[in-house]
C-alpha cells in the first residue's frame, strides 16, 4: 500500500466554545480586564468548596465585575451540581464565566458555558 491508495480524510469543520486560560503571578489582578476583554460585565465566578475562601475574597476585590459566585464545583461536574449553578448564573444576569481552580471547577464551567453560549 502506497500513499496513493489512502482515502482521503472528509473535509470537516469544528466550532468549539474556546476557553481562555490565564496562569501565573500576578493574573488574578488582570481579572476586571479580562471580562471587559470578552464585551462582558458581570462573570459567574466558579470554584470548588477548597477554594471558596480565595474566590469570595477575589468577588470582594472585583465586585463591579462579579455577578455571583458558586463554590460547589466537584469532580465529575454531577448533573445536581451542574443544575445548581446553572440556577444562580440564570439568576444573578451573568454574562460569563471565570472558573477558580482545577479540572473540577474548569469542567462545570465548560458545562454552563456550552448550555448558554456564554464565554
Same mark, same amino acid.
Given at each position: 500500500?502506497?500513499? %496513493?491508495?489512502?482515502?482521503?480524510? $472528509?473535509?470537516?469543520? /469544528?466550532?468549539?466554545?474556546? *476557553?481562555?486560560?490565564?496562569? =501565573?503571578?500576578?493574573? %488574578?489582578?488582570?481579572?476586571?480586564? $479580562?471580562?471587559?476583554? /470578552?464585551?462582558?460585565?458581570? *462573570?459567574?465566578?466558579?470554584? =470548588?468548596?477548597?477554594?471558596?475562601?480565595?474566590?469570595k475574597a477575589l468577588a470582594e476585590k472585583f465586585a463591579g465585575h462579579v455577578a455571583a459566585v458558586f463554590t460547589n464545583a466537584a469532580m465529575h461536574t454531577p448533573t445536581d451540581i451542574t443544575r445548581n449553578a446553572l440556577q444562580v448564573y440564570e439568576a444573578s444576569g451573568a454574562d460569563c464565566i471565570v472558573a477558580y481552580g482545577g479540572g473540577s471547577t474548569i469542567g462545570l464551567g465548560k458545562a454552563i458555558a456550552w448550555r448558554n453560549d456564554a464565554p
Open positions: 500500500m502506497n500513499a %496513493l491508495d489512502i482515502n482521503p480524510v $472528509e473535509p470537516f469543520m /469544528l466550532a468549539a466554545n474556546p *476557553a481562555k486560560i490565564i496562569f =501565573g503571578a500576578g493574573s %488574578l489582578s488582570k481579572l476586571g480586564t $479580562e471580562i471587559e476583554a /470578552l464585551n462582558c460585565r458581570r *462573570a459567574l465566578l466558579l470554584s =470548588g468548596s477548597f477554594q471558596a475562601k480565595e474566590v
